[in-house]
């Protein structure tokens, strides 16, 4: 990760804000960790010594630069040029670990002895499970009680990890109240704990910090697309948002280009008005969860709804507050997909290139087909991870 | 003048005051028993109440108010409702009244119509604990002071020296003590660590007095954190009372006689 010279418009300003959205709506037990986080996370990231372990670990251990692979076939069907960022080929199956790793360094430069995260699906929990085994740091990982029944093999593998995961019984019992157990148990353990946040979310310098470890993501796509084009900036960045740290690291250097097209894909599951989506920028309103002021789903009464999408990782109610700016300012263009969308294109995927993809970056590809790009234009698609953990749910349209 | 200020103002003593405050959750356990509860609190002999608007995602809330939250919004409570329910309350209840909730409801309501409507009703003060310092004083704080609600701030034992002077400098009517880190429902207890944080804040002469809060659960408790400040608060463990208890008018006057009573007067 190269240190960022920013323009500064589209990122984090001084006081934690991007346009309206951002800043830190978190209790008074909360402000001493955040402040300390505030206060250091630049500096922190700044040390030679941790972009020497850094960059290091992300080359050696995750498997970085992930490849950028012009899908041919894929190509051919939607006339235009296709370029699939595979962070599914990162250690772990998926982006997330590009942030745990981060963290993990973070932590220890912090001198923190424990970690805490939520996690939906598993597989940001398996990514934080993944690095605390690298290095032999105490994990407790929450996720709800009906996530832990539906994601089975990613619990199994956090368990032989070494985590300890913890169901959260409140609420709904998904993401959104693992996320609650875990700011929870953050509150209740001092100074030693640091919580690994999972997505751009939370309050700041979370969103900030997390972009910042995914933005390697677009930092490599620059390069490997002037190597493969001869042009730096594509014309369409395409990536799914759940909370949104894919698309916010496949962005991130692109934000200052406004001749590239950013395209966040929310999940509109079965349908933007049946009741059960998590199409947040359509159905929400700007309001206050997970300590940002952000966009998110709720009652007319200020109360969190339940999001729904066949794909774990993106059944949130919320979207990042710099997600939020994008959509607000016009610089992001939001469009959805719904779940039979999303397994149609995991399986063109499939049939097409030889990639089974995970259900999230499915609904990425979803897309394409809606997007107007012509035969010119480079689209860049952030391929966020790989379908292992999906199987189950792909096998019931295998016939 | 507010109610929360006499009622502050009135103590020349700190630790003869013992101001008892009583948490409950609107909407728990039935939609319609706000009034009555209240009725009991005040005819029990409480000094003050906080009336808490049930949130979907209390982060700052442990297991009992949780699930008082969830069963009030399954009951049907909104915040629109609340306040029919309180159209009437200064009819009957002279005690300071505050609501206690998350941002995000309020933010929906809107800032100003929501003090503006706590101006109408009665309502004194405010306890948002996850509505920020420094977003209070930008944005909302000539509001509050227009319609003459108190906001109410917590501090705990993390909150630096600086940030608690600065902290005593905006806030009107007292400084809500976090006990400990924790979220509330804590069952440890007062130790004698939290008691030399208490007295680290009385050394502070601080402009506002002091109520302390998570962890006070019985008699004992409360008499120990009321020794070091102005008084305390019951949350959690009236939530438990309530759960439990079939006759609310007499019960609660009973629940509240336990606070300031030793047990051995009630039973002799
Ligand atoms: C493969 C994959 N993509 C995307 C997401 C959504 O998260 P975000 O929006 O933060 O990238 C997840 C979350 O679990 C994921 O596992």
């Known amino acids: ?399 | 003048m507010n109610r929360i200020t006499t009622l502050f103002n009135g103590v020349k003593r700190q630790s003869q005051a013992r101001l008892l405050s009583i948490y409950f959750t609107a909407g728990f356990p039935e939609l319609n028993e706000t009034m009555r509860i209240l009725r009991a609190l005040q005819d029990g002999g409480v000094d003050m109440v906080e009336i808490g608007m049930p949130y979907s995602d209390p982060i700052a809330d442990g297991e009992t108010i949780q699930q008082s939250n969830n069963k009030a919004l399954e009951n049907g409570m909104t915040v629109k409702i609340l306040f029919e329910q309180l159209a009437d309350m200064r009819k009957t209840i002279t005690i300071p009244i505050l609501l206690m909730g998350y941002i995000n409801p309020v933010l929906q309501f809107g800032v100003e119509n929501f003090c503006k409507k706590c101006a109408e009703l009665g309502i004194d003060g405010l306890i948002i604990p996850d509505l920020p310092l420094d977003v209070y004083l930008d944005q909302y704080k000539a509001i509050f002071d227009a319609y003459g609600i108190l906001n109410i701030f917590l501090v705990t034992p993390q909150t630096s020296e600086k940030r608690i002077r600065q902290i005593d400098e905006v806030s009107e009517g007292f400084i809500y003590t976090v006990s400990s880190a924790s979220v509330t429902g804590s069952k440890s207890g007062i130790s004698h660590e939290m008691e030399s944080y208490f007295e680290r804040l009385n050394a502070m002469q601080l402009r506002n007095q002091r109520l302390i809060g998570f962890g006070i659960k019985d008699y004992k408790t409360f008499q120990k954190a009321s020794d070091h400040a102005a008084g305390a608060i019951i949350g959690s463990a009236f939530i438990r009372f309530l759960n439990e208890s079939k006759d609310l008018e007499e019960e609660i006057e009973f629940f509240v006689k336990s606070f300031k009573n030793s047990p051995e007067t009630i039973e002799a």
């Open chain 1, 1 to 399: 990760m190269k240190t960022i010279v920013q323009k500064k418009l589209y990122h984090v300003d001084s006081r934690g804000y991007y346009g309206s959205f951002g800043g830190a709506f978190i209790p008074e037990m909360l402000y001493s960790k955040i402040e300390e986080l505030r206060e250091n996370y630049l500096s922190i990231i700044a040390e030679p010594s941790f972009q020497k372990e850094y960059n290091d670990l992300l080359h050696n251990y995750v498997g970085r630069p992930t490849p950028l692979y012009r899908a041919n076939r894929l190509s051919t069907k939607y006339k235009t040029n296709i370029f699939l960022k595979r962070e599914d080929l990162c250690h772990t199956g998926a982006h997330k670990v590009n942030n745990t790793i981060g963290q993990i360094l973070m932590a220890k430069k912090l001198g923190k002895k424990r970690v805490v995260a939520e996690t939906g699906a598993g597989q940001h929990g398996v990514a934080t499970a993944t690095v605390c085994a690298l290095m032999n740091i105490e994990c407790i990982i929450y996720m709800g009680e009906i996530d832990i029944e539906r994601q089975a093999p990613n619990v199994a593998r956090m368990k032989m990890l070494g985590a300890e995961v913890r169901p959260a019984t409140s609420g709904s019992r998904t993401l959104k109240d693992a996320t609650n157990e875990a700011m929870r148990h953050w509150i209740t353990n001092c100074a030693g704990t640091h919580y690994i946040i999972g997505s751009v979310v939370g309050p700041h310098p979370c969103p900030d910090m997390v972009a910042r470890f995914q933005s390697i993501i677009s930092e490599e796509i620059r390069w490997q697309l002037k190597v493969q084009t001869g042009k730096e900036t594509p014309d369409y960045v395409v990536a799914c948002v759940g909370g949104g740290s894919n698309a916010a690291g496949a962005f991130y250097h692109f934000l200052d280009d406004e001749d590239v097209k950013l395209v966040a894909v929310e999940a509109a599951g079965q349908g933007i008005s049946s009741g059960y989506s998590a199409a947040t920028t359509v159905l929400g309103k700007p309001g206050v969860l997970h300590g940002s002021h952000t966009i998110l789903m709720q009652t007319a009464d200020g109360q969190v709804m339940e999001p729904s999408s066949i794909s774990a990782g993106l059944d949130y109610p919320g979207i990042g507050p710099q997600h939020a700016y994008l959509f607000d300012s016009g610089r992001g263009t939001f469009m959805s997909a719904t779940d039979d969308e999303a397994i149609q294109a995991a399986f063109e995927l499939t049939r097409f290139e030889g990639i089974i993809p995970a259900l999230e970056s499915s609904h990425a590809l979803a897309v394409l087909g809606k997007l107007s790009a012509s035969e010119h234009d480079n689209v860049i698609v952030n391929l966020s991870g790989r379908g292992d953990k999906d199987m189950a749910t792909y096998m019931k349209y295998i016939y």
